[in-house]
């Protein structure tokens, strides 16, 4: 990074599994000039975050040093360009998937069916990887049908038998091989690949191992001593650097299967516990011993030991980047505990003294449940029985998390980075240009910031049509996933004050996402459409992303004012609900609510209501209208749960 930088940013960038490729060398185009304070992402966006956070705390280090030597080469944003070149070898990425024992086959099929092979090739494939996961099952069944046709008719039953024997064999053995094939994913946590070596002293290290390499390096620690959030958090900081919270701040999103719903990493309201049999199956020892120190004494419950979780900045910046990244099937799912409290009789009747006195806490089980899973806490003898809780992959629920960081005037820009893939109906790339002549013109080519604020907020389009039956249902359904997975983040990066922030880069077919086993010229497309993508950003005009952001704000708040008043001034009034309206006028709630703690805070949410009631009621009378002009469509204010 430039000594001499004086503009900060934050930085958001989608998930993709081995489309990761492509943000290294964005983020190294962006640290010639920008300063890097908040930045997130979501499964390979996450690792690019993580190790965007961690060039950036090692570049901090550099500077707070007042060294004036060049950073060293594994250090900070000169490390980051070391992973680049890492990453943009052949064969690398392939070789950081390592599947446990028994997954080796399943994993293959899954290779090759992401991969760039015709479809002849796949189907046999497929058909090769039944007999090759479970060949003893195959080879019974077909010499027990083929037995069963001498049996009944000698030879020429035995002929008359083979065909309907090897169809049937097949059909059993496919059978077998998807049970032996869920079997050893549930044994290894739910995926083919644990992110660990599969073979210990192998000498490659696997997925996790390497990023824990790669962060530590980057951050300027030791491998014995795991990066936190902390060390973000506190890092040094530059020269006239605007005063926040924290120096730099990292998050990222997962998902939690077993409640249904998006979380941000790091927790920062959340108790859970951790078992280390199992997360010794998915990090390094050295990690797992730095959590179980900083956990202190385990909770012992039916005879297995569970240790709390570290939460907010005591959390392993590594083990927050693989929760994130659990991409369902091929990469372990990461397994939480939660307590299930015991309520005892006693709690009963303090709850019942509670409600008597016009307490508002929450009593019942369930939301004790919920409140040990949102950072209350039980004493242990409290705890009947832990349940399992599971993490899969951020992108299940919000692959392309806008919503980090966003600020209603933000101080500095936040960029974000998407990642486009092909959207005809056959899986070819839609229709271009003629081919730039070179590879640095192709790059450029298909990179795109909208400029303009009459660009960007067009739907995107994937039409279901196909030449077979079977293909256009295959097409529908898949869609409808897309759909149901993406249409937050499609909203939102399609509106005024969004869009302006994003740079989209086109791949094709053949380039990131599933595939793990790109050509190098493949690899160096991705990379040069990474760099391409960060000089797009400097083209970004702030000015008028905050003036576009302050009249979302104005249309926004006036219109929701309005509301306000509307409710309080409804003509002819509800006598029903007067006892309602007159609780917020007053300050005085129903007697088992949410008070305010203090009498100045009741007497300021008094002042703001009437406020807010008076200033709605002269908008919506004599005006004027501050949604005329304003960017289309038009903003809403909701109150949403943070997540």
Same mark, same amino acid.
Request: net charge neutral; proline share 8%.
């Given at each position: 990074?430039?000594?001499?930088?004086?503009?900060?940013?934050?930085?958001?960038?989608?998930?993709?599994?081995?489309?990761?490729? $492509?943000?290294?060398?964005?983020?190294?185009?962006?640290?010639?000039?920008?300063?890097?304070?908040?930045?997130?992402?979501?499964?390979?966006?996450?690792?690019?975050?993580?190790?965007?956070?961690?060039?950036?705390?090692?570049?901090?280090?550099?500077?707070?040093?007042?060294? /004036?030597?060049?950073?060293?080469?594994?250090?900070?944003?000169?490390?980051?360009?070391? $992973?680049?070149?890492?990453?943009?070898?052949?064969?690398?990425?392939?070789?950081?998937?390592?599947?446990?024992?028994?997954?080796?086959?399943?994993?293959?099929?899954?290779?090759?069916?992401?991969?760039?092979?015709?479809?002849?090739?796949?189907?046999?494939?497929?058909? /090769?990887?039944?007999?090759?996961?479970?060949?003893?099952?195959?080879?019974?069944?077909?010499?027990?049908?083929?037995?069963?046709?001498?049996?009944? &008719?000698?030879?020429?039953?035995?002929?008359?038998? @083979?065909?309907?024997?090897?169809?049937?064999?097949?059909?059993?053995?496919?059978?077998?091989?998807?049970?032996?094939?869920?079997?050893?994913?549930?044994?290894?946590?739910?995926?083919?690949?644990?992110? @660990?070596?599969?073979? !210990?002293?192998?000498?490659?290290?696997?997925?996790?191992?390497?990023?824990?390499?790669?962060?530590?390096?980057?951050?300027?620690?030791?491998?014995?001593?795991?990066?936190?959030?902390?060390?973000?958090?506190? /890092?040094?900081?530059?020269?006239?650097?605007?005063?926040?919270?924290?120096?730099?701040?990292?998050?990222?999103?997962?998902? &939690?299967? %077993?409640?249904?719903?998006?979380?941000?990493?790091?927790?920062?309201?959340?108790?859970?516990?951790?078992?280390?049999? !199992?997360?010794?199956?998915?990090?390094?020892?050295? $990690?797992?011993?730095?959590?179980?120190?900083?956990?202190?004494?385990?909770?012992?419950?039916?005879? %297995?030991?569970?240790?709390?979780?570290?939460?907010?900045?005591?959390m392993p910046v590594l083990v927050a980047m693989r929760m994130?990244?659990?991409?369902p099937l091929l990469i372990s799912a990461v397994p939480l505990?939660?307590?299930?409290?015991?309520?005892?009789?006693?709690?009963?009747?303090?709850?019942?003294?509670?409600?008597?006195?016009?307490?508002?806490?929450?009593?019942?089980?369930?939301?004790?449940?919920?409140?040990?899973?949102?950072? &209350?806490?039980?004493?242990?003898?409290?705890? !009947?029985?832990?349940?399992?809780?599971?993490?899969?992959?951020?992108?299940?629920?919000?692959?392309?998390?806008?919503?980090?960081?966003?600020?209603?005037?933000?101080?500095?820009?936040?960029?974000?980075?998407?990642?486009?893939?092909?959207?005809?109906?056959?899986?070819?790339?839609?229709?271009?240009?003629?081919?730039?002549?070179?590879?640095?013109?192709?790059?450029?080519?298909? $990179?795109?910031?909208?400029?303009?604020?009459?660009?960007?907020?067009?739907?995107?389009?994937?039409?279901?049509? *196909?030449?077979?039956?079977?293909?256009?249902?295959?097409?529908?359904?898949?869609?409808?996933?897309?759909?149901?997975?993406?249409? *937050? +983040?499609?909203?939102?990066?399609?509106?005024?004050?969004q869009r302006d922030r994003i740079v989209h880069i086109a791949?094709?077919?053949?380039?990131?996402?599933?595939?793990?086993?790109?050509?190098?010229?493949?690899?160096?497309?991705?990379?040069?459409?990474?760099?391409?993508?960060?000089?797009?950003?400097?083209?970004?005009?702030?000015?008028?992303?905050?003036?576009?952001?302050?009249?979302?704000?104005?249309?926004?708040?006036?219109?929701?004012?309005?509301?306000?008043?509307?409710?309080?001034?409804?003509?002819?009034?509800?006598?029903?609900?007067?006892?309602?309206?007159?609780?917020?006028?007053?300050?005085?709630?129903?007697?088992?609510?949410?008070?305010?703690?203090?009498?100045?805070?009741?007497?300021?949410?008094?002042?703001?209501?009437? +406020?807010?009631?008076?200033?709605?009621?002269?908008?919506?009378?004599?005006?004027?209208?501050? %949604?005329?002009?304003?960017?289309?469509?038009?903003?809403?204010?909701?109150?949403?749960?943070?997540?």
């Amino acid at each position: 990074m430039s000594q001499t930088a004086t503009r900060y940013c934050d930085l958001v960038m989608k998930g993709g599994i081995t489309s990761g490729v $492509v943000y290294p060398n964005a983020v190294l185009a962006l640290a010639r000039d920008f300063r890097f304070k908040n930045i997130g992402g979501t499964s390979a966006g996450a690792i690019a975050a993580a190790a965007t956070a961690a060039a950036a705390l090692g570049d901090r280090k550099h500077v707070a040093s007042g060294s /004036a030597a060049p950073c060293p080469p594994t250090l900070g944003f000169a490390g980051l360009a070391r $992973v680049a070149a890492q990453l943009s070898s052949q064969g690398f990425i392939f070789g950081l998937f390592q599947p446990a024992r028994g997954a080796r086959n399943a994993y293959r099929l899954i290779v090759t069916l992401a991969g760039n092979a015709g479809p002849l090739r796949k189907l046999l494939a497929a058909a /090769a990887a039944v007999v090759a996961i479970a060949p003893l099952e195959a080879l019974l069944l077909l010499g027990l049908l083929l037995g069963f046709g001498f049996w009944l &008719g000698g030879l020429p039953g035995l002929a008359a038998a @083979l065909l309907p024997s090897l169809i049937c064999a097949y059909l059993g053995a496919a059978i077998c091989a998807v049970l032996r094939v869920a079997r050893v994913a549930r044994r290894n946590l739910l995926g083919l690949c644990s992110g @660990l070596a599969a073979r !210990e002293g192998s000498g490659k290290p696997a997925l996790t191992e390497w990023l824990h390499e790669v962060l530590q390096s980057l951050a300027g620690k030791s491998l014995a001593d795991p990066l936190l959030f902390d060390d973000l958090w506190a /890092a040094p900081r530059y020269p006239g650097e605007p005063d926040t919270e924290t120096a730099i701040s990292l998050q990222m999103i997962t998902t &939690g299967v %077993s409640h249904h719903e998006p979380r941000t990493l790091p927790f920062t309201d959340a108790g859970f516990w951790f078992r280390r049999e !199992e997360f010794d199956l998915l990090f390094p020892r050295s $990690v797992v011993d730095a959590m179980v120190a900083a956990a202190g004494p385990p909770d012992r419950v039916d005879g %297995s030991d569970y240790y709390r979780l570290p939460v907010r900045g005591r959390m392993p910046v590594l083990v927050a980047m693989r929760m994130s990244l659990s991409f369902p099937l091929l990469i372990s799912a990461v397994p939480l505990h939660e307590p299930v409290a015991r309520r005892t009789r006693r709690a009963a009747i303090e709850d019942e003294a509670f409600d008597e006195q016009g307490d508002e806490r929450e009593n019942t089980l369930g939301q004790s449940t919920d409140g040990l899973t949102t950072g &209350g806490e039980a004493p242990v003898s409290s705890i !009947e029985r832990f349940r399992v809780c599971w993490f899969s992959d951020g992108g299940v629920s919000s692959n392309f998390p806008l919503h980090l960081f966003d600020a209603p005037l933000p101080r500095w820009p936040t960029f974000a980075i998407n990642l486009v893939y092909p959207q005809t109906g056959d899986g070819t790339p839609p229709a271009a240009n003629p081919e730039p002549p070179n590879s640095h013109d192709r790059a450029e080519a298909a $990179v795109w910031l909208p400029l303009h604020n009459n660009r960007g907020w067009q739907r995107s389009y994937s039409p279901i049509a *196909r030449r077979l039956a079977l293909a256009e249902m295959s097409g529908f359904l898949f869609a409808i996933i897309g759909t149901m997975q993406n249409w *937050r +983040d499609l909203l939102q990066s399609r509106a005024p004050g969004q869009r302006d922030r994003i740079v989209h880069i086109a791949l094709d077919g053949t380039e990131g996402g599933m595939n793990l086993d790109m050509s190098q010229e493949i690899l160096d497309s991705i990379s040069q459409k990474g760099a391409a993508a960060g000089e797009r950003l400097y083209q970004f005009s702030f000015a008028n992303h905050y003036w576009v952001r302050w009249r979302n704000v104005a249309s926004g708040l006036q219109r929701y004012s309005i509301r306000i008043a509307a409710s309080a001034n409804t003509v002819p009034p509800i006598p029903a609900y007067e006892t309602a309206f007159e609780a917020v006028r007053t300050g005085a709630p129903p007697p088992v609510s949410y008070r305010f703690r203090s009498a100045a805070a009741e007497a300021a949410s008094q002042a703001l209501y009437a +406020d807010l009631v008076a200033r709605g009621s002269e908008w919506a009378d004599l005006g004027p209208d501050l %949604s005329d002009g304003t960017p289309r469509p038009l903003p809403q204010m909701q109150i949403t749960p943070i997540y």
